[in-house]
């Protein structure tokens, strides 16, 4: 064997030591790859605080409530950034975090902010996103995506049982339909191309032209136009307006004890955070900013109107839900 | 000499039973951690409900139909290919035979909707034969055609390799007694590859009862749900370690009893004891039969290098360049690279203890093969949740998840080195046994002179499809892996998250590169030898 090559399969094998940092972050992928917020974040925290801050992250949101179960009492994270409203009343009932106790200035959520345990950074909204050049007309509402039938364009959708997206649809129908949503369910059914696991899945077809249409966010056409300069995919705004979903970070037990973690949840919700956001996170930022947003932010669809449950009912409410769901797709 | 034959004996024996600890160290703390959970947080046993039934019903029936779907063509397949040991490419076509192997399921799936989808190559050819547009292939049959594309290539490798270890004495005979097509393949072929047909079955129904991806992608809906989906959504969205490992056990226990089904049809090997004394040389093909072959030839390796062809093509639409000169493209390619040798080595090893340790001719022959392949019913994010459990107090980091990964990745991979190792081993001893002990060889010297000259190339086919499998596996580095500890799947899927479409394929190009120089790789140095 070549030494070099003996040199990374020891390095490999060798555990890592845990690195010193003074404040640990836990957090998904997308957050701290080299296109996302996280290498931005990190160094306008740290000439701030001048202090060393280190990302732990792990594939996304659930998967992080995932880790730090798994962890328990023992976790090294700090803080924990990137669950979403529907993972709130679960990670909070773990009883491993700790309240923020920072008064934010300038949060701009839809619907207003209260928990004391997590604090917002960025937030966004569900839409069924077209392919302009295969979908002429595209639904207006819910309720014509629910009822264009067999022959109209069909969507892709993600599973509630494994993915965040997913469980945003039946949340959805759900506030739009109520106890009539199984009956929706089953019309939709005959219009949906398939469901798949992730968001990626389903992504992944409607970009390869397989799926005309997706169950995405209102900002996805965003990225295609300033990344890509491509214009060809649109977000449909729905007249019963749109499914809000915000994304926290919370304070760990042990991060309780650690000055910086304090100082980082009250930076995050300022603009050396959050004018970080909108192009690296493609989500609206939850807090003040100094920067403006690029124009096209503006040109995105904005929901007439803004639908959540709260955490407590989602909490109490998603495992019939999504039973109701499989129920209805299922024949 | 019953004392040398029984020192001998027992040194091996010692090595199998040495490989079945690591195995059941490494299961068992899984479950261990698991359980300790489950009751820790005073979760209780759940009933076997409507769901959970219908969804095992569904399991089993489009497991066993993507089995009969991927192996039977696989005979034809793999006879062909046995038939024509010279034509132009058949390296390359046989090295193509891993890739699928290497390839992320969603890759896959999005490869083989290229051609088959609703907006597919083939999509105007299929509607013109139906009426109206073409719907596409979600349902049961997109499910089979996507397990087809895995399994059947994996399969006709195995077949492939089985009709290989025919003595050539026996083909010999064949030509000598003039014996016609059909009848070479009923008493040469065929006895070859029934031995083998068990263990092959086995290890794609493994494959197809655990798939996970492809039946939720092209199942059309979740009336296409397999236990799988059910074990990761308890361990994901609901957080039930318990449940979890109740239905990995109910899954294992659904593997185990396909697997004694088909060892029932199997029989068991009768082994040659004379080592072959003329050179290898097969009948005279006709003309007829040439030319039917040839069609099985096109059709095989057209439908399983379509949706490969169409990966590379939106791969080649990536900038590879820019993707190359990536820093974490580079070291998750390292990493990628380092896992996939660690594990393929490990798992080689283990089957080759299993192997060694087991050979006594006659009897459950069928069985241990098929025994292996139960490792499979165990979902890695099973294992890799358990191990985190039973080492969180000390967290995972410890042990480092290279090594935990590396392990996993091994034991994912050792029913395929089983698969490819243990028929040869077992011919190899009913050959030799009786030889050496009479020239009293044995240990180093045995093993240097008679076993690693006909072990060399099963051992690197072994190696191969190892390395292939871990270079494409996705379950137990999702639970370690990290932005420090990422492999090329893992990255894919990251590009994948977060709209960056094209650099997934450009990633998935060089993954299933990799996975093919690898395959080349090591059937070059098995050449070497066999010609040396």
């Given amino acids: ?331 | 000499m019953p004392t040398l034959a029984n020192s001998v004996g027992n040194g091996r024996r010692l090595s199998g039973l040495l490989a079945l600890l690591v195995i059941a160290a490494l299961l068992g703390g899984a479950g261990a951690g698991l359980a300790l959970e489950g009751f820790r947080s005073g979760g209780e046993l759940a009933g076997f409900d409507a769901y959970l039934r219908r969804v095992t019903a569904f399991t089993l029936w489009q497991a066993a139909l993507s089995t009969l779907v991927s192996v039977l063509p696989a005979i034809l397949f793999a006879r062909a290919l046995h038939r024509h040991p010279n034509f132009f490419g058949r390296r390359f076509a046989l090295a193509l035979l891993a890739a699928p192997l290497a390839l992320p399921a969603v890759v896959a799936a999005l490869g083989v909707l290229a051609l088959w989808g609703r907006a597919g190559l083939l999509a105007p050819v299929l509607a013109s034969l139906g009426d109206g547009a073409w719907p596409g292939v979600y349902g049961l049959s997109g499910i089979l055609l996507a397990h087809a594309f895995f399994n059947l290539p994996l399969a006709a490798r195995f077949l492939l390799a089985a009709l290989d270890t025919v003595p050539a004495d026996q083909w010999r005979l064949a030509r000598q007694l003039g014996l016609s097509p059909l009848q070479t393949f009923r008493l040469v072929e065929w006895p070859a590859l029934r031995r083998a047909l068990p263990g092959v079955g086995a290890l794609v129904f493994m494959l197809c009862l655990t798939s996970f991806t492809i039946v939720l992608m092209l199942g059309g809906g979740p009336a296409a749900t397999t236990l799988e989906v059910a074990i990761y959504q308890a361990l994901r969205f609901d957080f039930d370690p318990l449940r979890a490992a109740q239905l990995t056990f109910l899954q294992v226990a659904l593997a185990g009893g396909f697997a004694l089904l088909l060892a029932r049809l199997g029989v068991a090997a009768a082994g040659e004891a004379a080592p072959s004394v003329s050179r290898r040389q097969l009948g005279a093909i006709g003309p007829g039969e040439t030319a039917l072959n040839a069609l099985i030839l096109l059709l095989g390796l057209g439908f399983v290098a379509g949706p490969l062809l169409a990966v590379a093509r939106a791969g080649l639409a990536a900038d590879l360049l820019r993707l190359f000169w990536e820093d974490p493209v580079r070291q998750a390619a390292a990493t990628s690279l380092v896992l996939a040798f660690v594990s393929a080595v490990l798992a080689t090893i283990l089957a080759l203890a299993l192997a060694s340790g087991g050979a006594r001719r006659g009897g459950r022959l069928g069985m241990r093969g098929t025994g292996a392949a139960l490792v499979l019913a165990v979902p890695p994010v099973v294992i890799g949740a358990g191990w985190f459990l039973l080492l969180r107090p000390r967290s995972a980091a410890v042990l480092g998840p290279a090594f935990l990964v590396a392990s996993v990745n091994a034991l994912m991979a050792l029913p395929f080195a089983a698969r490819a190792v243990q028929p040869a081993w077992e011919a190899a001893a009913s050959r030799h046994d009786r030889l050496c002990r009479s020239l009293g060889l044995r240990g180093w010297n045995r093993w240097r002179i008679v076993d690693w000259p006909v072990l060399r190339r099963p051992l690197l086919m072994a190696l191969s499809f190892s390395a292939a499998l871990s270079l494409g596996d996705l379950g137990a580095i999702a639970l370690w892996g990290s932005d420090r500890f990422q492999t090329l799947p893992f990255l894919l899927l990251s590009r994948m998250g977060s709209y960056r479409t094209a650099d997934a394929a450009g990633l998935a190009l060089i993954l299933g590169a990799a996975c093919l120089a690898l395959v080349l790789l090591s059937d070059q140095l098995g050449r070497r030898d066999a010609e040396a």
Avoid at chain 1, 91 to 110: I, M
Wanted: hydrophobic residues 40%; charged residues 20%; proline residues 8%.
């Fill in chain 1, 1 to 331: 064997m070549r030494p070099a090559f003996l040199a990374i399969c020891t390095a490999a094998f060798l555990a890592v030591p845990a690195q010193a940092a003074d404040l640990t972050i836990y957090t998904y992928e997308s957050f701290t790859a080299e296109w996302g917020p996280g290498p931005q974040v990190e160094k306008n925290f740290e000439t701030q605080c001048r202090c060393d801050i280190r990302f732990v992250s792990v594939a996304d949101g659930v998967a992080l409530l995932n880790r730090l179960k798994l962890e328990g009492e023992n976790t090294e994270a700090d803080i924990v950034l990137g669950l979403d409203t529907n993972l709130v009343a679960e990670a909070e009932a773990t009883g491993l975090f700790r309240p923020h106790g920072v008064e934010p200035q300038g949060l701009r959520v839809p619907g207003g902010w209260t928990n004391e345990t997590f604090l917002p950074f960025d937030y966004g909204y569900f839409a069924v996103v077209y392919d302009s050049e295969q979908v002429k007309a595209p639904p207006a509402s819910l309720k014509e995506l629910v009822e264009g039938g067999p022959d109209a364009e069909k969507i892709a959708i993600q599973d509630p049982r494994t993915s965040t997206p997913g469980l945003g649809l039946v949340l959805w129908v759900r506030a739009v339909y109520g106890d009539r949503a199984p009956e929706a369910w089953a019309k939709l059914n005959e219009r949906v191309l398939t469901v798949t696991p992730g968001w990626s899945e389903a992504y992944g077809l409607f970009t390869s032209g397989e799926a005309p249409m997706v169950l995405s966010y209102t900002t996805s056409p965003a990225y295609h136009r300033i990344a890509e300069g491509n214009e060809r995919y649109k977000a449909a705004p729905f007249s019963e307006g749109h499914y809000l979903q915000v994304e926290v970070a919370g304070m760990t037990a042990k991060g309780a004890g650690n000055p910086h973690a304090k100082a980082f949840l009250a930076f995050m919700t300022g603009p050396g955070f959050q004018d970080v956001i909108p192009e690296t996170n493609w989500m609206f930022p939850a807090g003040r900013t100094e920067k403006p947003l690029n124009p096209v932010f503006q040109d995105l669809v904005e929901p007439e109107k803004t639908l959540s449950f709260s955490p407590e009912e989602v909490a109490a409410d998603r495992k019939a839900w999504v039973d109701e769901w499989l129920e209805a797709m299922s024949r």
